[in-house]
């Protein structure tokens, strides 16, 4: 596709059930990030995927966080056993190599846990 | 570890006249990225500009440009001839230099200054 695309836009769930959110980078695009965007906060980062390499998954806020990206492409988030302070915009973001290059960001999935 | 600040949660412009947004951040590296992101009420975050740490030279795209000062840790971006499209979530951010590691690539953001442009 033309940009970064992310599925659903918008997602609420109860709390305590799993979900899963879904990013498509760019094609050609080896590196691929994931950030949370709470409420009147900046993006916090939550783990990078880049080629081959082990992810860093530094970023991840507890063990309920896990991240997967298939094929080198998609790559899903998932947030097990959901609380409300889950409740945020998660971001995808995806770039070519090199620490200069733009990070083309999709649009995000808001994620309400009620 | 890194950390990017800006210190004006909102600012406001009016129309064709100019506004600085504010950004300091902290590291002990020499060498680094610096960037300014745009989010509009879609959310999609756009880049408007970036500067390497080791180039002196101000960058400037049309309307934007920014005044970095390595040694303060500054990095405000100066947005002229505002125009009402310019009203969004400003980000500054930080990126550490290559071969630094697993976070190579790895964002560091600001909280925002939100940007409202008067007509």
């Known amino acids: 596709g033309a940009g970064v695309s992310q599925s659903p836009s918008n997602k609420v769930t109860e709390k305590g059930k799993d979900v899963e959110l879904r990013c498509d980078p760019i094609s050609g695009h080896t590196a691929l990030y994931w950030y949370r965007q709470s409420l009147g906060q900046g993006l916090e980062f939550l783990i990078y995927f880049q080629g081959n390499s082990a992810p860093d998954k530094s970023g991840l806020p507890s063990d309920r966080f896990s991240a997967e990206r298939t094929g080198g492409s998609v790559s899903t988030l998932t947030i097990q056993r959901t609380q409300q302070e889950d409740s945020a915009v998660y971001l995808c973001?995806?770039?070519?190599?090199?620490?200069?290059?733009?990070?083309?960001f999709g649009q995000g999935t808001r994620l309400t846990v009620v | 570890a890194q950390t990017v600040t800006q210190s004006q949660p909102e600012m406001s412009v009016q129309e064709a006249e100019t506004v600085t947004l504010s950004c300091t951040y902290d590291t002990s590296e020499s060498d680094y990225y610096l960037f300014w992101y745009k989010q509009p009420p879609s959310r999609q975050m756009i880049l408007v500009i970036r500067q390497e740490a080791y180039k002196q030279q101000n960058a400037t795209e049309n309307r934007f440009s920014v005044n970095f000062q390595k040694a303060a840790k500054s990095f405000s971006l100066k947005i002229s001839d505002s125009q009402l499209g310019d009203a969004a979530m400003y980000f500054c951010a930080y990126r550490m230099p290559p071969n630094s590691g697993g976070s190579n690539y790895k964002l560091t953001f600001g909280k925002g200054t939100l940007l409202t442009v008067n007509p």
């Open positions: 973001a995806s770039s070519l190599e090199g620490a200069y290059t733009e990070a083309f």
